[in-house]
């Protein structure tokens, strides 16, 4: 069996899968990526099937190395990558020998970004799943966020050449777009219209399970407490600081405040990547608008994942968008 | 139920909540059971996930499959023919040794109430508890039923670490925690079993609609079921009445 060996890493990093599915009735929460289009993309580019486990990490990357070749793949944003003293780009896979350190630095203009590995990282499913859900200690590499000196079983490698994306994924711009309720009747007419007009800050109170935003108060004139019912991933809830939480990859599964709006499905990933102390606002839209956006977007990741160009053998190193 | 009641709300697009109120009854709640049953029994393609709250059903659904406005008909027409049939409840006695560490709050509560220790345990072992829900983290149990002498509001600074295994009080509900981790509830004990096991054949023990009695047991008898819980073995069964 390979391994990933892991000699730095930053301190938001996790194994993560396309998530816990089915269990929300036991209040275990899905968990998975939190750009799940970037998630995807980084396990193609390696060759694995969808549901193989990758590293998620927040932030910063960190330095890796392997028992045996492996192809690698990172994705998620802007990110200097090195194998050695050779530059590498995202979006593509490389080769990596045994007597390689990969180093992947700081994300620039986003937060979360991925290592695929081909193989897959082939911890011990918990519940079906290897992803990580840190706050109970789940899945993952021992429940846990990953750390230097970890050493991560890999799957087997079927071998295949390097790939690259035919076009760039493009996240789209724009407000964040949100289909109102399950609990906007809390809120008059008056505050939901601030709500939309508002500009928010997204705060550096963030996590895996929820975002908090900064610089407008929403005020729910019918109370901040409900009798609690389900979440999803994309509730605004507001408790009665007025502070208004999205609640993200690592939600709880139930709570009791009320919840404005839900962020559409396909922006979801889009305001995860947003870097802390940027503005966002938010646009409403039709539930049949946001199920449209979604089912395109799926459309779109497959045919993205189906046209995976090979990159030449000789030329590992191009680094460039195929021409 | 008029008024407002049923209604279904969408929760984005991949989401939706059938509600059938806004408050805490067991009526409701054996409505949004059976409502959950009908759908697994007869199910609708495009379901994914269906969520039992105190209130509401929530539906996670895959709108590649059927979109929310087609699920929104479907449900609407399986709640006009529900029925609630009384299927017999499981019944669980849990084993509680009040106070200790874990019970921190169990005196302070007792002084609070201005009752004896042994009748605060006396009351709160004497009620029959109804899980509402499993939610907010795996296998925690939402229980109703609570005295309406042991209601008593959240601490307004929650504390960093309960353990699992820990019983509470939250308002008007009482709770049986399944992992550790950080409550503002108040609590007066705790039971040697797992809630939550990963690992074991059948993960959770509780499940909505489920009946609960609390069974004071001495520290002794509690440390030898300790032993068969660390061991594996079944120490509690349901009792279908």
């Given at each position: 069996?390979?391994?990933?060996?892991?000699?730095?890493?930053g301190?938001?990093?996790?194994?993560?899968?396309?998530?816990?599915?089915?269990?929300?009735?036991?209040?275990?929460?899905?968990?998975?990526?939190?750009?799940m289009?970037?998630?995807?993309?980084?396990?193609?580019?390696v060759?694995?099937?969808?549901?193989?486990?990758a590293i998620?990490f927040?932030g910063?990357?960190?330095?890796?190395?392997?028992?045996?070749?492996a192809?690698?793949?990172?994705?998620?944003?802007?990110?200097?990558?090195?194998?050695?003293?050779?530059?590498?780009?995202?979006?593509?896979?490389?080769?990596?020998l045994?007597?390689?350190v990969?180093?992947?630095?700081?994300?620039?203009?986003?937060?979360?970004?991925?290592?695929?590995?081909?193989?897959?990282?082939?911890?011990?499913?918990?519940?079906?799943?290897?992803?990580?859900?840190?706050?109970?200690?789940?899945?993952?590499?021992?429940?846990?966020r990953?750390?230097?000196?970890?050493?991560l079983?890999l799957?087997?490698?079927?071998?295949?050449?390097?790939?690259?994306l035919?076009?760039?994924w493009?996240?789209?711009g724009?407000?964040?777009?949100?289909?109102?309720?399950?609990?906007?009747?809390?809120?008059?007419?008056?505050?939901?219209?601030?709500?939309?007009?508002?500009?928010f800050?997204?705060?550096?109170?963030?996590?895996?399970?929820?975002?908090?935003?900064?610089?407008?108060a929403?005020?729910?004139?019918g109370?901040?407490?409900?009798?609690?019912?389900?979440?999803?991933a994309?509730?605004?809830?507001?408790?009665?600081s007025?502070r208004?939480?999205?609640?993200?990859?690592?939600?709880?599964?139930?709570?009791?405040?009320?919840?404005?709006?839900?962020?559409?499905?396909?922006?979801?990933?889009?305001?995860?990547?947003?870097p802390?102390?940027?503005?966002v606002?938010?646009?409403?839209?039709?539930?049949?608008?946001?199920?449209?956006?979604?089912?395109?977007?799926?459309?779109?990741?497959?045919?993205?994942?189906?046209?995976?160009?090979?990159?030449?053998?000789?030329?590992?190193?191009?680094?460039?968008?195929?021409? | 139920?008029?008024?407002?009641?049923?209604?279904?709300?969408?929760c984005?697009?991949?989401?939706?909540?059938?509600?059938?109120a806004d408050?805490?009854?067991?009526?409701?709640?054996?409505?949004?059971i059976?409502?959950?049953?009908?759908?697994?029994?007869?199910?609708?393609?495009g379901?994914?996930?269906?969520?039992?709250?105190y209130?509401?059903?929530?539906?996670?659904?895959?709108?590649?499959?059927?979109?929310?406005?087609?699920?929104?008909?479907?449900?609407?027409?399986?709640?006009?023919?529900?029925?609630?049939?009384?299927?017999?409840?499981?019944?669980?006695?849990?084993p509680?040794?009040?106070?200790?560490?874990?019970?921190?709050?169990?005196?302070?509560?007792?002084?609070?109430?201005?009752?004896?220790l042994?009748?605060?345990?006396e009351?709160?072992a004497?009620?029959?508890?109804r899980v509402?829900?499993?939610g907010?983290?795996?296998?925690?149990?939402?229980l109703?039923?609570?005295?309406?002498?042991?209601?008593?509001?959240?601490?307004?600074?929650?504390?960093?670490?309960?353990?699992?295994?820990a019983?509470?009080?939250?308002?008007?509900?009482?709770?049986i925690?399944?992992?550790?981790?950080?409550?503002?509830?108040?609590?007066?004990?705790?039971?040697?079993?797992?809630?939550?096991?990963?690992?074991?054949?059948?993960?959770?023990?509780?499940?909505?609609?489920?009946?609960?009695?609390?069974?004071?047991?001495?520290?002794?008898?509690a440390?030898?079921?300790?032993?068969?819980?660390?061991?594996?073995?079944p120490?509690?069964?349901a009792?279908?009445?």
């Open positions: 069996m390979s391994f990933l060996v892991i000699q730095q890493i301190p938001m990093a996790t194994v993560q899968d396309l998530g816990r599915r089915g269990l929300s009735h036991a209040g275990v929460s899905g968990s998975g990526p939190m750009d289009p970037s998630f995807r993309i980084a396990n193609a580019l060759g694995n099937v969808e549901n193989s486990a998620e927040g910063t990357g960190g330095s890796f190395s392997v028992l045996r070749p192809r690698i793949a990172v994705t998620g944003g802007a990110v200097d990558i090195r194998l050695g003293k050779r530059k590498l780009s995202p979006w593509e896979s490389y080769t990596l045994p007597d390689d990969l180093s992947i630095g700081a994300l620039r203009d986003c937060v979360w970004g991925y290592l695929a590995v081909s193989g897959g990282v082939d911890t011990v499913p918990v519940l079906g799943s290897r992803a990580t859900h840190v706050r109970t200690g789940l899945g993952g590499y021992e429940g846990r990953l750390q230097a000196g970890d050493r079983p799957g087997r490698d079927n071998p295949g050449v390097n790939l690259a035919r076009q760039l493009r996240r789209s724009g407000p964040v777009r949100i289909v109102p309720g399950p609990q906007d009747d809390y809120y008059s007419a008056e505050t939901q219209r601030a709500f939309l007009k508002a500009s800050i997204v705060s550096p109170a963030r996590d895996r399970m929820a975002q908090m935003l900064d610089g407008h929403v005020h729910a004139e109370g901040h407490d409900i009798v609690s019912d389900g979440t999803c994309g509730s605004i809830q507001v408790p009665a007025g208004p939480i999205v609640l993200m990859a690592e939600r709880q599964t139930t709570g009791g405040y009320p919840k404005i709006a839900t962020v559409a499905t396909v922006d979801l990933p889009r305001l995860a990547q947003v802390s102390g940027r503005h606002s938010f646009a409403a839209i039709s539930r049949e608008k946001a199920e449209e956006l979604l089912i395109a977007e799926r459309t779109a990741l497959r045919e993205c994942l189906a046209n995976l160009v090979e990159k030449p053998e000789t030329d590992d190193v191009s680094g460039g968008m195929p021409s | 139920m008029g008024g407002k009641f049923p209604r279904i709300l969408a984005g697009d991949s989401a939706l909540s059938v509600e059938l408050t805490i009854d067991e009526t409701v709640s054996e409505r949004i059976a409502l959950a049953a009908n759908l697994a029994a007869t199910p609708v393609k379901i994914e996930e269906l969520v039992p709250t209130r509401s059903l929530m539906v996670i659904y895959d709108p590649s499959v059927i979109r929310g406005h087609a699920l929104d008909r479907e449900l609407h027409r399986r709640l006009m023919v529900l029925t609630v049939n009384s299927v017999p409840a499981r019944r669980f006695d849990v509680v040794v009040y106070g200790g560490s874990v019970g921190l709050d169990l005196q302070e509560l007792a002084d609070m109430k201005e009752m004896t042994a009748a605060l345990i009351l709160h004497s009620a029959e508890y509402y829900m499993i907010f983290a795996p296998g925690f149990a939402y109703g039923g609570l005295p309406e002498r042991l209601h008593t509001p959240r601490l307004a600074t929650p504390r960093q670490r309960i353990e699992a295994s019983i509470g009080i939250g308002g008007k509900q009482a709770s925690n399944s992992v550790p981790g950080p409550s503002g509830w108040r609590f007066i004990g705790r039971t040697p079993l797992r809630l939550f096991d990963p690992h074991r054949s059948q993960p959770f023990l509780l499940q909505a609609g489920d009946r609960v009695r609390f069974r004071p047991v001495s520290e002794d008898e440390a030898e079921l300790d032993r068969a819980v660390a061991a594996g073995q120490v509690m069964e009792q279908l009445s």
